[in-house]
């Protein structure tokens, strides 16, 4: 990729690339075209994504998958409750000057220096240790002993975590749920892909996959997705969705009353244009609508609206409440 502007020829360019990624993954991870295409829409926009799942649905796999498809740096952190923050961002340690003959300190850097970080099973680690991920997530620099050391772009964290009903696992905290673009939920396979699965983890089977967008063109696209044109009228209606999401809002539905603690804040709103933009680019669009945005609208969302009790009481989840808040929006 080549040109620097957002025009016909570029839609079609970016379009072709997001088939070429579907179609190198699709050697190693069957089915689950719905998650592969959200995960290149944070790709594609340059922000993070969090991925959801039992054990068992080939959420590292995949992950794992994509960094060599990308052709970019890759680490793998695997989250436990022992991990410590330097144990990601690195630390300092003391070392001789062979020169002077003096001790002085050196910054090792941790794994998160890398472009592609899989955070694996990133809440069965506590609070503190997630939170040596924040800085990183949002301003793309780690601080150690007085020193900012920036990251090398492009700089995208991809989490795994299982469901947090389950033994062991330590819920994320609401800033750094909001710095996740996307919160993608990976589900069971459909039978006839399942035996697939079965047939291919019993035998010999084997694929080689190779890297199809080089690390500048991770570096040009989400700045050609930024510069894309979206009308009033979708930002508009993003901001809508977002505000009535918000129990304090006099305007809200009387179900997001009942049953949200609080709504998503401006950043939904951000990652809802923002998406919209990509998911028009994946369908060989220019025209950015209202039905890019609702496309986006779950993983969007989903982590950004707090249920309360009452939500719990009666089975009702923030997905399901996205569902209803879309029925309820009009464009």
Not at 174 to 196: G, H, K, N, T
């Amino acid at each position: 990729m080549e040109d620097n502007t957002i025009n016909k020829k570029t839609i079609e360019e970016l379009s072709n690339l997001s088939k070429l990624v579907m179609s190198e993954l699709a050697k190693i991870i069957v089915g689950q075209d719905k998650v592969v295409k959200e995960m290149l829409i944070a790709i594609f926009s340059g922000a993070h994504c969090l991925v959801e799942g039992v054990p068992g649905l080939a959420k590292t796999l995949m992950i794992k998958s994509l960094g060599n498809i990308l052709g970019i740096d890759f680490s793998r952190i695997q989250f436990t409750p022992d991990l410590m923050p330097s144990d990601i961002t690195g630390t300092e340690i003391i070392e001789d000057d062979p020169h002077t003959g003096k001790r002085g300190f050196r910054f090792m850097k941790g794994p998160i220096f890398t472009n592609l970080l899989l955070a694996d099973e990133i809440n069965r680690t506590p609070p503190k240790t997630q939170a040596a991920l924040l800085q990183a997530m949002q301003e793309h620099c780690v601080t150690a002993g007085g020193t900012t050391h920036h990251l090398e772009e492009p700089f995208f964290v991809m989490a795994t975590q299982n469901p947090v009903d389950q033994e062991g696992t330590y819920p994320l905290p609401e800033a750094q749920l909001d710095r996740f673009m996307f919160r993608i939920f990976i589900d069971y396979p459909s039978e006839a892909d399942e035996r697939l699965i079965v047939a291919r983890t019993t035998n010999e089977y084997f694929e080689d996959i190779k890297p199809v967008i080089s690390r500048e063109d991770l570096i040009r696209i989400p700045k050609l997705i930024r510069a894309m044109p979206v009308s009033e009228h979708v930002i508009q209606y993003a901001v809508k969705l977002v505000r009535k999401s918000r129990p304090q809002n006099d305007n809200s539905p009387d179900f997001i009353k009942e049953w949200v603690n609080w709504g998503a804040g401006p950043r939904a709103a951000s990652y809802l244009v923002l998406g919209a933009k990509v998911n028009a680019v994946l369908r060989g669009s220019y025209n950015v609508g209202t039905l890019d945005v609702r496309a986006v609208a779950d993983p969007v969302l989903n982590h950004r609206i707090m249920t309360n009790f009452n939500a719990e009481a009666e089975a009702v989840d923030s997905r399901g409440i996205i569902k209803r808040l879309i029925e309820f929006v009009q464009e």
